[in-house]
């Protein structure tokens, strides 16, 4: 299995400031013939299912605000939310989808 | 809109088989594919298997040997059978339909599961 790990478990930043959550995978998750990372983010709130915000590393996805970016190098991937909002507050997970058993981190905890 | 809707007993004996059913409404389950993941109390997410419309079903091997997931195109259904459960199966299911990619679109809204005598 592909191993996915976040840092930090947890996080408090202030309103207005950066969040960074960082993901990193324990083998390639990059499909040669496309050259496509298979990796997604989800925001999830208490009691909801999550909800993508970024796939193939960096694709925003339609609706999610453009605070939220996405981006890596190499096995190492990073969620970046440029000004933080009362809203953000929730976990994050990455998600590879390259392989079976597709596999989360095991999630990051952001806080105002 | 899609919708999802996930439905079942919330409470299965130790030993015996899970069976829940998501319903989709808004639009037809021939299209996309269809996922399931579970997330214990307060814990992580964890995938559980995808199911295309031509009948093929990837599950999580550490699951596989247990689970099976089927489509009624007739009812718009998705099904989850997981069998000889125990305690460590308890958890919210999620359905949710899967776009390119490992984009879940659409989820429903999660039912709690709990494995007990």
């Known amino acids: 299995d592909i191993v996915m790990t976040q840092s930090p478990d947890s996080l408090a930043v202030s309103l207005g400031e950066r969040a960074t959550i960082n993901c990193k995978s324990s083998q390639s998750v990059l499909y040669s013939s496309n050259n496509k990372k298979y990796l997604a983010w989800y925001q999830q709130k208490p009691g909801q299912p999550p909800k993508v915000l970024i796939y193939w590393a960096s694709t925003r996805e339609s609706g999610v605000p453009d605070r939220f970016s996405g981006s890596e190098s190499g096995t190492d991937f990073t969620l970046t939310i440029s000004s933080l909002q009362t809203e953000d507050v929730a976990v994050y997970y990455c998600l590879q989808y390259y392989s079976n058993p597709w596999t989360f981190g095991q999630g990051t905890k952001v806080e105002i | 809109q899609v919708q999802l809707q996930e439905s079942g007993p919330g409470l299965v004996k130790p030993s015996e088989t899970l069976s829940l059913t998501c319903t989709v409404s808004g639009g037809s389950i021939n299209s996309f594919s269809w996922s399931w993941v579970r997330q214990p109390a307060e814990k992580g997410l964890q995938w559980i298997g995808r199911?295309?419309?031509?009948?093929?079903?990837n599950y999580n091997p550490s699951l596989k040997s247990r689970t099976t997931m089927s489509l009624d195109t007739s009812k718009n259904q998705l099904s989850l059978n997981l069998t000889s459960v125990t305690a460590a199966d308890t958890a919210v299911y999620y359905c949710?339909?899967?776009?390119?990619?490992?984009?879940?679109?659409?989820w429903g809204q999660g039912t709690l599961v709990t494995v007990s005598s």
């Open positions: 199911m295309y419309t031509s009948g093929t079903a």
């Open positions: 949710g339909r899967l776009r390119e990619g490992g984009v879940f679109d659409s």
